[in-house]
């Protein structure tokens, strides 16, 4: 199954009810301002942000009066080309090697989860992976994460329960660099991102990257759960504060009908959606594709 069939079932919930009001919308005989003012409460229904839907319909409107357009088939089309104009306006990357991969989030969005499916979709291409296990507070988080490990076949560096998380990104970091590893995946407990105390502890860890492997491309990811919607908003502008984020990890996407707040994410915070996660086996995470993505939502 390719990445629009698993993304098209993840964003079930999603597109019926996004689809099912659209239908209605475009059942009326013509295209005016009652239509774009609906189409408005369409997309904040969706969970894309006032402000975002506010742009996406007053730019829509201007495209439509200076083509003097009023075929529902072209409105369509330029309103999929605005949500992917959206969604790719952001600081896209693309991974160089050796690379450190920090991941952070919140508690219970899946970051163990994704962790392993990551390291098994680097390893599928043929690329060398450390596992670094600084989530030393959560009971059993790294014995979690060795499950993990072992099943997408890659090594795995931990220290016991309690100990510094920073001391563990220590070990791993100069391990990876002597044993010339492609990618090192570091795992960081789950915080509130209200916590300054935490957030200050993702810095020390930030810290020691940089200075035992400065010339590795380090690039730090938020996991978010989709079913959160545009709560995931403040995690994403706290986190990047704190350390700087570079991409964007989604959960559980097939598990809200309010998919559309990646939208104003990406549109507000210039922060990309990097992987999603499509179910629960270890090969089910894809690259992110705003084509797709868009389309698989009409």
């Known amino acids: 199954m390719g990445f629009f069939s698993k993304i098209a079932n993840a964003l079930k919930k999603t597109k019926d009810a996004f689809s099912s009001k659209f239908t209605k919308l475009f059942a009326r005989d013509k295209i005016g301002e009652d239509f774009y003012e609906d189409l408005e409460d369409i997309l ?16 829509l409107r201007d495209r439509m009066i200076e083509g003097k357009v009023s075929d529902k088939d072209v409105v369509v089309e330029e309103l999929k080309d ?9 600081d896209d ?41 600084a989530d030393t507070f959560r009971a059993a988080a790294s014995d979690q994460l060795e499950v993990w490990a072992k099943r997408a076949d890659v090594r795995i560096i931990k220290q016991s329960e309690g100990c510094d998380p920073s001391a563990v990104v220590y070990d791993a ?44 491309n380090f690039y730090k990811m938020i996991v978010l759960d989709s079913t959160t919607g545009q709560n995931a908003y403040s995690q994403v502008d706290l986190f990047n504060q704190a350390i700087g984020l570079d991409g964007i990890i989604l959960t559980k996407l097939d598990g809200t009908a309010k998919g559309g707040f990646v939208i104003s994410l990406a549109d507000k915070l210039k922060v990309p959606v990097k992987f999603v996660g499509v179910g629960e086996g270890i090969d ?4 992110f594709d705003s084509e797709e993505f868009v389309e698989a939502l009409f």
């Open 284 to 287: 089910d995470i894809e690259d």
């Open 93 to 133: 990357f693309d991974f160089e090697y050796p690379c450190i991969i920090m991941i952070v989030g919140v508690n219970g969005v899946g970051k163990t989860t994704s962790i392993g499916k990551l390291a098994n979709k680097f390893r599928k291409e043929h690329k060398t992976i450390t596992i670094a296990a």
């Open 173 to 216: 970091v100069n391990s990876a660099k002597t044993k010339k590893t492609d990618v090192l995946i570091i795992d960081t407990a789950g915080r509130l991102h209200v916590k300054s105390n935490l957030m200050e502890e993702l810095k020390k860890m930030n810290r020691v990257v940089d200075r035992e492997f400065p010339e590795a």
């Open 44 to 59: 904040i229904s969706s969970d894309i942000s006032f402000s975002t839907s506010e742009d996406i319909v007053e730019e």
């Open 82 to 90: 605005i949500l992917i104009d959206k969604l790719n306006d952001t």
